[in-house]
């Protein structure tokens, strides 16, 4: 949540700043025209350096992300389903992206869905993928 955020004042502020430049550049062709013309060409490299570099930061931040969302998905957690009337258990390996609700895919494929009366526990394993 606070990446999203992050990335919004991110934005923000790239356009901010691409939008001072146009202003500053508005006002240097107001000016007499040997002043515009020392200016320019420094004024719109500028504002396409910043623009790019804004665009990299946002597509380097939104790739790091979603490596960290897959990443997450990847890991390996230990499901024990408890029967609440017999208290029998049962162990279950499966991803995290594959955990819902109140069924579950394990590792070696199995759809598992829990009944009213089981109850599941989830816990990190120490193994990666």
């Known amino acids: 949540m ?17 939008g001072r430049l146009h202003a500053r550049s508005a006002e ?13 060409p420094h004024s719109s490299r ?6 790019l570099l804004a665009l990299l930061a946002i597509v380097s931040m939104g790739g790091f992300m979603g490596y960290n969302r897959w990443a997450e998905g ?7 389903v408890i029967n609440s009337q017999s208290g029998e258990h049962t162990l279950y ?9 109140r069924d579950f895919l394990t590792l070696d494929g199995r759809q598992i ?3 009213d009366l089981e109850r599941m ?9």
Not at 121 to 129: H, R, Y
């Open 121 to 129: 526990e989830i816990e990190p394993t120490s193994e990666g993928l």
């Open 93 to 101: 390996r499966a991803k995290r992206k594959d955990i819902h609700h």
């Open 28 to 40: 240097v062709a107001a000016a007499p025209q040997r002043r515009a013309l020392e200016h320019q």
């Open 113 to 115: 869905r829990l009944a």
């Open 2 to 18: 606070l990446t999203k955020i992050l990335i919004l004042l991110l934005v923000i502020a790239g356009v901010y700043s691409v």
């Open 46 to 51: 500028s504002a396409r350096t910043m623009a």
């Open 74 to 80: 990847q890991e390996i957690h230990l499901i024990r």
